[in-house]
């Protein structure tokens, strides 16, 4: 509830037991709530993780989450998990949480929850324009968050060489002037060259070079966390 409204998650803790279509894209099957819940949890237990023994954790779940706004479900997301792990962190009594985002899709949902919040820099790579139609450049936060927004967004075909050098130029530059606490990576893979919906062409070892440049930014801001 640090997330989403109380109202929003007794909609979507009503869903329980049923088969419920929350908007064009996102179903609730009789166990959707349950599980989207345990996702959150794992997000929760890999922050407290990190912080307690300044080290690096990956939790694998399902539904994904950053498209899930404060009050809303949508593409396929019930609970904003990374949204969710930040919320934590800043329980911890952190004072800055970095998110970055390179699904193909941008992140809406965490983007909106934060936009004027100064505490969490939130920065994305995404096809653009695609769905769900935000993430342009112009997007940059709100009052006191103005500036702790930054989209990347690329066109269809961007492959290793191009995301590679967007992290080189812009991404690790912004992470290493905000100076996080805990970096938090909201890992979608459908930028992938074998994505059937997205036109992106990342390769596998393109993710594993993104994803050390971040855990170096972490190495060397905030203790590896």
């Known amino acids: 509830c640090r997330i989403h409204s109380a109202a929003y998650v007794e909609t979507l803790m009503a869903t329980s037991g049923q088969n419920v279509r929350l908007d064009p894209d996102t179903y609730a099957s009789p166990d959707s709530e349950s599980v989207a819940r345990l996702a959150a949890g794992a997000a ?25 706004e404060m009050k809303r479900a949508m593409g ?20 800055r949480v970095a998110i970055v985002d390179y699904d193909v899709h ?39 968050g103005r500036g702790f927004t930054a989209n990347v967004p690329l066109e269809a075909g961007a492959t290793d060489a191009d995301l590679d050098l967007v992290f080189r130029r812009v991404v690790v530059p912004i992470l290493m002037a905000f100076d996080a606490d805990v970096v938090l990576l909201s890992a ?12 992106m062409r990342v390769s596998t070892s393109g993710f594993g070079t993104l994803t050390r440049r971040l855990r170096e930014v972490a190495r060397q801001c905030c203790h590896g966390r």
Do not use: K
């Open 44 to 68: 929760v237990l890999a922050v407290d993780h990190v912080i307690e023994n300044n080290s690096v954790a990956c939790a694998f779940v399902r539904p994904p989450g950053h498209h899930a």
């Open 188 to 199: 979608g893979f459908d930028a992938h060259f074998n994505d059937p919906l997205g036109g």
């Open 76 to 95: 396929f997301c019930f609970y904003n998990n990374v949204a969710v792990a930040a919320a934590r962190a800043l329980d911890h009594g952190v004072d």
């Open 106 to 144: 941008h992140g809406n949902g965490t983007q909106w929850i934060f936009y004027d919040d100064p505490r969490v820099l939130y920065v994305s790579t995404h096809q653009y324009p695609f769905y769900p139609g935000t993430g342009s450049a112009e997007e940059v936060g709100m009052g006191d």
